[in-house]
């Protein structure tokens, strides 16, 4: 129990006192998730908008894949990302293996279906709204796509803080394609998965304690910004 308290008050300590690796690490996956979220946020809700305005032949089955990839596991993500950009794959000359570059788009293809399924959701109900208006008017497909995301964007952005929630949670594609290299491509995830191997327990803790942090940063955007809470009443 001592060695519980300990640990704790350590971690407490690396985090009053700015630990140099703890901010280091936290300021990488920051910046690591927070460009993947806005990359899949400009991929994303574009694409959702255009399935929810769009009819076509194959649209349901692409719906039901779009959905299928949310649960896309990200160590097969890993996988064929490092296989594409390792020395012997197509984009080997690069040379983004083991860098923050390449787990950025790992992160992306991790976290655009979901950006974009949450976006279709969303701009569908509002297309049903908008529908006969848009169509009256003469709207072009580009003009429509726009005055949705436009007129929902407080539950777009509720999209993006969700891909951001789970881009910064990741662990296993980054560990494969990032290395977990220090003063490199060390990010929370990782970090927490090396020092909790050494025993580096209060480490460990702290970077916990910040991750857990973020998480509920992110979650109670989300609650603001869509608004859970409506005439005093969940």
Known sequence: MNDILLGLA???????????????ITALSLSVSLTAAI?????????????AIN???????VIALLNALMGLPPVVVGLIVYVLFSRSG???VLGLL????????????????????VAHQAIRELWADY??????????KAQRIGTLLWDGRRALMTAS???????????????????????ATRVLTTAIALETGKGEFA???ALGFVLIGLAIVVNLSIHILSRTERSARW
């Open 10 to 24: 350590q971690a407490a300590e690396l985090i009053v006192t700015l630990n140099g690796d703890l901010v280091e």
């Open 131 to 140: 529908h006969d208006l848009l169509i009256s008017l003469r709207a072009s």
């Open 39 to 51: 990359i899949a946020t400009i991929i994303g809700l574009p694409m959702g908008a255009w399935l």
């Open 161 to 183: 803080l969700a891909g951001f929630g789970r881009a910064i949670g990741e662990v296993g594609a980054i560990m494969i394609v990032g290395g977990n290299i220090d003063h």
């Open 98 to 117: 083991f860098t923050p570059t390449v787990m950025v788009i790992a992160q992306v293809i991790i976290i655009t279906p979901i950006v974009a399924s």
């Open 55 to 61: 009819r076509f032949p194959a649209r349901r089955f």
């Open 90 to 92: 197509p984009f080997g």
């Open 203 to 205: 480490m460990a803790l």
